[in-house]
Structure formats: C-alpha cells, structure tokens
C-alpha cells in the first residue's frame, strides 16, 4: 500500500466549476500536511499547509481528517490557470525532515 | 532574492557513464534536499542534509549515487556509472534551519535521461 494514495485523474472541469481532491495517507503518526501546485515540466510549489481545523486561502479550502487519515483540497469558481497537477504531501517529522509525495492529481480546466 | 538553482537542466548520457548534477540552495538555507521522479512515479525523498551534514540518506537507492555538500553552501549528486532506471528528474530543495518542508523551496529540476 503507498504511503499517500490520490486519484491521478485527469479531471476535467469547467470555467466556474467547484472541484474536490481526496487524499489518503496510511501512516497514523504522520504529523504534518500539505498540499503543492506543479505546473507540467515545473518543480513542485507550497499550494498551501493543511491544518486540522481547516484553513482557507481566497479559492482555496483544505481540510484534514485525522480519525480517517484523509486531507482534502477544494477549489471554487476554477479558473483556466488552475490547470496543474496537485500534490498531496505529507510528513512523518513534524515537517523539519523529509515529506513524502502522493502522485498528484492532474486538473484541467476547460473554457 | 535568487531561487533554488539546479544545472544542468537536461543531461543525456549513456548507461555505464558518470553524471553530476549541481544544487545551489538559498544562501543562508541549512537544510538541502534530494528528490526524484521516475516518470509515472512520485516524487521520492533521496536525502536531506543540515550543512554539511547527511541528516538522512535512507531514500539513496544505491551506491552508485553519491551526494556531497561541500562547506554546507551548494550541493552535488554524482551517479557512477549509470543505468536506465536512473532516468528522471533530479529535484533538489532547500529551507531555513526549524523550517522543513514548511519552508521548502524547489529547484527546477534536472531531467536526466540515460540511454
């Protein structure tokens, strides 16, 4: 079993639409969480940190699930340059060493 | 303030041949990292160092890659000799001390293809 689990998609999405990525990870003493943009042929980039309480940054909403080791990332009103890949990140350290990457979940938003 | 710089940013070489691939971190990040996409794969944790030091090397596949951090500033990666499977790209990051992965800044990465 992978250590982070994401459907690879493609998911394919109008202008506008609201989208959903699930992420699943198997180890319960993971302590941090993340979630990272990476446009094709590009390194990866901090979409955002995942926190249990949820957090929100303007489109962008991210929750975790403890209980069912589970992160989520939901996108409104999706724009054309939200087409990317998006990775689900996770750290057994506290975040202070090494991270372990789901294999990302490709979205293409179409006019 | 300049990025995280990887060269060179493709390299083709033949299987049995030596390649070094280059990371130059943030000036002033103490902690550098090493990780690789084999394509239709994740990215995987090759190591991480703190200076100078190899904090973590459990993600080296084998000992054909060698990596150095010479005075704790840009870090090296060399593969002797080399195999198909090491086809990829080599991404390296870095962060400030107590920061980690919530300071992560990446490289572009190195694409290597092996033939």
């Known amino acids: 079993r992978k250590e982070v689990e994401q459907d690879p998609g493609p998911f394919n999405v109008p202008e506008g639409a609201t989208v959903a990525f699930n992420c699943t990870y198997s180890?319960?003493?993971?302590?941090?969480f993340f979630w990272y943009r990476q446009d094709c042929r590009k390194e990866p980039k901090l979409l955002m940190s995942?926190?249990?309480s949820g957090n929100e940054d303007g489109r962008f909403t991210a929750q975790l699930n403890r209980a069912s080791q589970y992160i989520s990332l939901l996108i409104r009103d999706s724009k054309l340059s939200d087409s990317a890949t998006y990775l689900c990140?996770?750290?057994?350290?506290?975040?202070?060493?090494?991270?372990?990457f789901g294999i990302g979940t490709k979205l293409q938003v179409i006019p | 303030e300049a990025g995280v710089t990887q060269f060179p940013s493709h390299s083709v070489i033949e299987k049995g041949q030596t390649v070094t691939l280059r990371c130059d971190p943030i000036s002033g990040h103490d902690n550098l990292y090493w990780y690789r996409r084999v394509m239709g794969k994740e990215i995987k944790f090759l190591l991480h160092f703190v200076k100078e030091s190899k904090q973590d090397e459990s993600g080296m596949p084998n000992n054909r890659f060698l990596a150095e951090r010479t005075g704790g500033t840009y870090s090296t990666l060399k593969v002797q000799p080399a195999e198909l499977e090491d086809s990829g790209v080599y991404f390296c990051?870095?962060?400030?001390?107590?920061?980690?992965?919530?300071?992560?800044?990446f490289g572009s990465g190195t694409r290597l293809t092996v033939v």
């Open positions: 995942v926190y249990s």
């Open positions: 180890n319960s003493a993971s302590q941090s």
């Open positions: 990051a870095s962060s400030q001390l107590g920061q980690g992965a919530y300071g992560y800044t």
């Open positions: 990140v996770v750290s057994n350290s506290g975040g202070y060493q090494k991270v372990t």
